[in-house]
């Protein structure tokens, strides 16, 4: 099976100050790009933001109008320069974004609206309440501030901390990606041309001003779980982002518990992307030893990423500003991965200038994350079974391209030829003509040069179709009907 090669672009933490401008970030990105050309890094596919995409609400004590307008700002700027670098690194396009919320991106003046302060004298009443639950109360919050228990009372309230990004979310994705409860519902996103899928888990849940701690909802972990099941088993890699990173102090439990990982990898996730730390990491990696069976079932493979516009205030001691391009080489039931960290080496000025973080002896750490490898006929299988039902020919013939078994498996490539072949007599002329050009520029036989020359015909391409005129010596039906249809053309032009 042919080897395909993919990158993501793994950003976090954006973090900016009102007083920067996205402008110079986006050129710095831009600057930046050329040098990954120069040391053979290969321009991305996507593009993953794992939370923080805005500072938030600090003095959250303020009205709701205040809380709405400020939010409302930061949102508009961060959106613009998402819609920015989209366009840079993607040709503008937006369902290769991948974007799930921080604890920044929590709107903290909803949840101190929904909350009363209740009085002390029943702060050992409520305590021994939650001594008894486990500490596991939904509606009381402990407030140092305070010294004392907060409860929420005014739900409404409360569930508005997710309203200025759920707006933000949907205007981004102009309307094609919707979730409409973000606490309990999980991102779950097929590419099947890269045989990858991404499943996006808000790792906020219940967090507020008050709760720092990181949480996927046992009802976000069972979201579509069978639909990932199902992608697994069709050969995809599932990739998994969130936020939070799963271990910190105990005197600052602003992380996740890792008890959430076994769930995860449940869920076949073999790769997890997240930030939160604010610097790049790549060592972690969980292994379900005990119920390890066989390679490719080994291990989930964690990757943070640091923070990419903080200044000081956000930043660790010696650590400064970083993201990472994940080169993705996947082959079948495997896929070596190369993290290139990039780092500003200028600390937090206004206008970042990258270079590689130096990791010896490669400049880059390279890990192999084992997935489920399927036979090339299984594969043809599920390719045709998902394009009969969708009647995307297009996309169909794209996957079987990128999936074409090596020559040696006669059986198998002669299969995917026929569909590819299949799929393009279903295409539309006068509106696919486009795509065919793209895609069959190389034709390998008689169909698909007389498809390619009724293509360049229809695109006023006249020059190129003759051109693969003059290559044709035994004209088959099909050439010889377009060859007939040019020669017409030329005539009335003469």
Same mark, same amino acid.
């Given at each position: 099976?042919?080897?395909?090669?993919? &990158? @993501?672009?793994?950003? &976090?933490?954006?973090?900016?100050?009102?007083?920067?401008?996205?402008?110079?970030?986006?050129?710095?990105?831009?600057?930046?790009?050329?040098?990954?050309?120069?040391?053979? $890094?290969?321009?991305?596919?996507?593009?993953?933001?794992?939370?923080?995409?805005?500072?938030?609400?600090?003095?959250?004590?303020?009205?709701?109008?205040?809380?709405?307008?400020?939010?409302?700002?930061?949102?508009?700027?961060?959106?613009?320069?998402?819609?920015?670098?989209?366009?840079?690194?993607?040709?503008?396009?937006?369902?290769?974004? @991948?974007?799930?919320?921080?604890?920044?991106?929590?709107?903290?003046?909803?949840?101190?609206?929904?909350?009363?302060?209740?009085?002390?004298?029943?702060?050992?009443?409520?305590?021994?309440?939650?001594?008894?639950?486990?500490?596991?109360?939904?509606?009381?919050?402990?407030?140092?501030?305070?010294?004392?228990?907060?409860?929420?009372?005014?739900?409404?309230?409360?569930?508005?901390?997710?309203?200025?990004?759920?707006?933000?979310?949907? %205007?981004? #994705?102009?309307?094609?990606?919707?979730?409409?409860?973000?606490?309990?519902?999980?991102? $779950?996103?097929?590419?099947?041309?890269?045989?990858?899928?991404?499943?996006?888990?808000?790792?906020?849940?219940?967090?507020? %001003?008050?709760?720092?701690?990181?949480?996927? &909802?046992?009802?976000?972990?069972?979201?579509?779980?069978?639909?990932?099941?199902?992608?697994?088993?069709?050969?995809?890699? $599932?990739?998994?982002?969130? %936020?939070?990173? $799963?271990?910190?102090?105990?005197?600052?439990?602003?992380?996740?518990?890792?008890?959430?990982?076994?769930?995860?990898?449940?869920?076949?996730?073999?790769?997890?992307?997240?930030? %939160?730390?604010?610097?790049?990491?790549?060592?972690?990696? #969980?292994?379900?030893?005990?119920?390890?069976?066989?390679?490719? /079932?080994?291990?989930?493979?964690?990757?943070? &990423?640091?923070?990419?516009?903080?200044?000081?205030?956000?930043?660790?001691?010696?650590?400064?500003?970083?993201?990472?391009?994940?080169?993705?080489?996947?082959?079948?039931?495997?896929?070596?991965?190369?993290?290139?960290?990039?780092?500003?080496?200028?600390?937090?000025?206004?206008?970042?200038?990258?270079?590689?973080?130096?990791?010896?002896?490669?400049?880059?750490?390279?890990?192999?994350?084992?997935?489920?490898?399927?036979?090339?006929?299984?594969?043809?299988?599920?390719?045709?079974?998902?394009?009969?039902?969708?009647?995307?020919?297009?996309?169909?013939?794209?996957?079987?391209?990128?999936?074409?078994?090596?020559?040696?498996?006669?059986?198998?490539?002669?299969?995917?030829?026929?569909?590819?072949?299949?799929?393009?007599?279903?295409?539309?002329?006068?509106?696919?003509?486009?795509?065919?050009?793209?895609?069959?520029?190389?034709?390998?036989?008689?169909?698909?040069?007389?498809?390619?020359?009724?293509?360049?015909?229809?695109?006023?391409?006249?020059?190129?179709?003759?051109?693969?005129? /003059?290559?044709?010596?035994?004209?088959?039906?099909?050439?010889?009907?377009?060859?007939?249809?040019?020669?017409?053309?030329?005539?009335?032009?003469?």
């Amino acid at each position: 099976m042919m080897k395909k090669t993919f &990158s @993501i672009l793994h950003i &976090s933490d954006l973090h900016k100050d009102k007083d920067s401008d996205y402008k110079f970030l986006l050129s710095s990105l831009e600057t930046d790009c050329s040098k990954w050309r120069q040391e053979g $890094i290969s321009a991305p596919s996507f593009i993953v933001i794992s939370g923080d995409l805005v500072q938030g609400v600090k003095e959250y004590k303020c009205s709701k109008g205040e809380a709405d307008a400020e939010l409302k700002r930061q949102y508009a700027e961060t959106e613009e320069f998402l819609v920015q670098l989209t366009s840079l690194f993607l040709a503008g396009k937006r369902e290769r974004v @991948i974007i799930v919320p921080g604890n920044h991106d929590v709107n903290r003046n909803a949840s101190f609206r929904s909350m009363d302060v209740l009085d002390r004298e029943k702060n050992v009443e409520i305590a021994k309440s939650l001594v008894n639950s486990g500490g596991k109360s939904e509606i009381y919050r402990w407030s140092w501030e305070e010294c004392t228990f907060s409860k929420i009372v005014r739900r409404d309230a409360y569930d508005e901390r997710f309203e200025a990004y759920r707006q933000f979310f949907e %205007h981004f #994705y102009q309307g094609n990606r919707q979730l409409n409860d973000y606490e309990n519902e999980a991102l $779950i996103e097929d590419f099947p041309e890269y045989n990858v899928t991404f499943a996006g888990y808000n790792s906020c849940s219940g967090l507020d %001003h008050l709760n720092t701690i990181g949480k996927i &909802s046992n009802e976000a972990l069972q979201y579509r779980s069978q639909d990932l099941r199902e992608y697994y088993d069709s050969g995809r890699l $599932i990739i998994g982002v969130w %936020h939070h990173h $799963i271990y910190g102090s105990p005197y600052s439990p602003n992380f996740m518990d890792k008890g959430v990982l076994p769930h995860l990898h449940e869920n076949r996730i073999k790769l997890a992307l997240f930030g %939160h730390q604010h610097f790049t990491e790549v060592a972690d990696e #969980y292994i379900d030893f005990e119920n390890k069976v066989t390679d490719f /079932e080994e291990s989930l493979l964690m990757i943070s &990423s640091g923070t990419l516009f903080g200044t000081k205030k956000q930043m660790q001691p010696g650590i400064r500003r970083q993201y990472n391009i994940i080169e993705v080489q996947m082959e079948n039931g495997c896929a070596n991965i190369k993290i290139h960290t990039r780092e500003d080496k200028l600390g937090d000025t206004p206008y970042p200038i990258w270079k590689r973080h130096i990791v010896q002896p490669n400049n880059y750490i390279e890990r192999k994350v084992n997935f489920k490898p399927i036979s090339p006929l299984e594969q043809a299988y599920d390719i045709d079974k998902s394009t009969q039902s969708t009647s995307d020919y297009k996309k169909g013939i794209m996957m079987l391209i990128a999936n074409m078994p090596a020559e040696e498996d006669a059986q198998a490539s002669e299969l995917f030829r026929s569909l590819i072949d299949t799929y393009l007599q279903k295409l539309n002329l006068t509106v696919d003509y486009p795509f065919i050009i793209q895609t069959f520029k190389t034709p390998s036989n008689a169909l698909q040069r007389g498809y390619l020359l009724q293509a360049l015909i229809n695109d006023k391409q006249y020059d190129q179709a003759s051109e693969l005129v /003059e290559a044709i010596k035994e004209p088959q039906p099909i050439e010889q009907q377009a060859i007939d249809k040019l020669k017409s053309i030329q005539r009335w032009h003469r």
